[in-house]
């Protein structure tokens, strides 16, 4: 099975910036898109940013311009850099792995709490 091990959340002031990590483990049996989901108190999940194997990058349109995904193949670590953080980015982020193998191959991390507050 795939592990995904989220990183790097905290409490930061509006303005701030945080990178969060996400740090794949186990039986990694495709290539997957990886992306980060956020989900905020009484919201539905929602996408953020998502790369390809090759490097494509997608982002939801409330944080173009101020969050950049990127990842580092030989580590197995996809990260997330949120700059200009608003309060509205208040969330538990999720990092997730989709192989495009059918919904058993779709796998999330248990989420890390980012916090934007003065």
């Known amino acids: 099975q795939v592990q995904l091990v989220e990183s790097g959340g905290g409490l930061v002031q509006p303005g701030g910036s945080l990178r969060l990590s996400c740090a794949a483990s186990g039986s990694i049996i495709s290539m997957p898109v990886m992306g980060w989901y956020r989900q905020a108190p009484g919201n539905r999940r929602e996408l953020v940013a998502t790369?390809?194997?090759?490097?494509?990058?997608n982002y939801a349109d409330s944080v173009k311009g101020r969050f950049t995904i990127s990842k580092d193949n030989t580590k197995k670590t996809v990260y997330l850099q949120m700059n200009m953080l608003k309060s509205e980015d208040t969330a538990v982020y999720y990092c997730n792995a989709d192989m495009k193998l059918g919904p058993q191959y779709n796998f999330w991390g248990q989420g890390t709490q980012v916090t934007v507050s003065s």
């Open positions: 790369i390809t194997n090759g490097g494509s990058t």
